[in-house]
T-cell receptor, first 115, second 113 residues
C-alpha cells in the first residue's frame, strides 16, 4: 500500500543520456512536487504541480522537464544528463485540509548517478 | 532560504526524552512550525506541526514559546529507530495552492543504546 512510489529506485547512466523518473501517488492528493537532495544532503524544491498545472518552477536547468499526465502522476524527464545531476530525487504529494495546513508525503527517492 | 536555526547534531540515550530545539525569530503571525525527519536513505517523514498552541500526537510533542520565536520537538521515549535528521520548517498556511517545504540543515539526532 505504498502511498507515494517512485521508479526506478536506482539509476546509473552515462553523461549525455536522456532519462525519466516516474512518480505515482494513490492518496488522492491534488499537488505533487519534485525535490532534489545533493551530495551535501541539502533538500531543495524543483517543481510543484497542482491539479496537473505547473505552479512552481525553481531555478532548474531547462534540461529538466516535469510532466503530469493526471493528478496521480508526476514524471521527471532529464535531457543531456551531466555529472552534477547526480543526486537523490524525491517526489512528494499533498492536499490542503479543511481548517488549514497540510502535510507532504514523500516517496522513497530515486538515486541517480551520472558517470 | 530556511528561516530556522537548529543545532547540527545531538545525542540521546535510548529510552530518554529527546528535546530538539529550533529558533525561528523572524516567524510571522500566519506561519506554522512544521517538523519533518529523514531517516537514512529514506524520504522525509512528517512528524507534527503547530501555530501557537502546544501540540501532541502519537509520535511527538511540539512546544512553541509564547512569543513564537522558538520551539522544541520532544520525542518522549527515544528509540534507536528515531536516529535521523530532524528538520524544523516555518511555512505559510497555504491559502492558495500548496507551498513547497524549505529545508535547512536540520539536526542529526543519534540515539545511543
Amino acid at each position: 500500500d505504498t502511498a507515494v512510489s517512485q521508479t526506478p529506485k536506482y539509476l546509473v547512466t552515462q553523461m549525455g543520456n536522456d532519462k525519466s523518473i516516474k512518480c505515482e501517488q494513490n492518496l488522492g492528493h491534488d499537488t505533487m512536487y519534485w525535490y532534489k537532495q545533493d551530495s551535501k544532503k541539502f533538500l531543495k524544491i524543483m517543481f510543484s504541480y497542482n491539479n496537473k498545472e505547473l505552479i512552481i518552477n525553481e531555478t532548474v536547468p531547462n534540461r529538466f522537464s516535469p510532466k503530469s499526465p493526471d493528478k496521480a502522476h508526476l514524471n521527471l524527464h532529464i535531457n543531456s544528463l551531466e555529472l552534477g545531476d547526480s543526486a537523490v530525487y524525491f517526489c512528494a504529494s499533498s492536499i490542503t485540509l479543511a481548517g488549514g495546513s497540510e502535510t507532504q508525503y514523500f516517496g522513497p527517492g530515486t538515486r541517480l548517478l551520472v558517470l | 532560504d530556511a528561516k530556522t536555526t537548529q543545532p547540527p547534531s545531538m545525542d540521546c540515550a535510548e529510552g530518554r526524552a529527546a528535546n530538539l530545539p529550533c529558533n525561528h525569530s523572524t516567524i510571522s503571525g500566519n506561519e506554522y512550525v512544521y517538523w519533518y525527519r529523514q531517516i537514512h536513505s529514506q524520504g522525509p517523514q512528517y512528524i507534527i506541526h503547530g501555530l501557537k498552541n502546544n501540540e501532541t500526537n502519537e509520535m511527538a510533542s511540539l512546544i512553541i514559546t509564547e512569543d513564537r520565536k522558538s520551539s522544541t520537538l520532544i520525542l518522549p521515549h527515544a528509540t534507536l529507530r528515531d536516529t535521523a535528521v530532524y528538520y524544523c520548517i516555518v511555512r505559510l498556511y497555504p491559502y492558495s495552492g500548496n507551498t513547497p517545504l524549505v529545508f535547512g540543515k536540520g539536526t542529526r539526532l543519534s540515539v545511543i543504546a
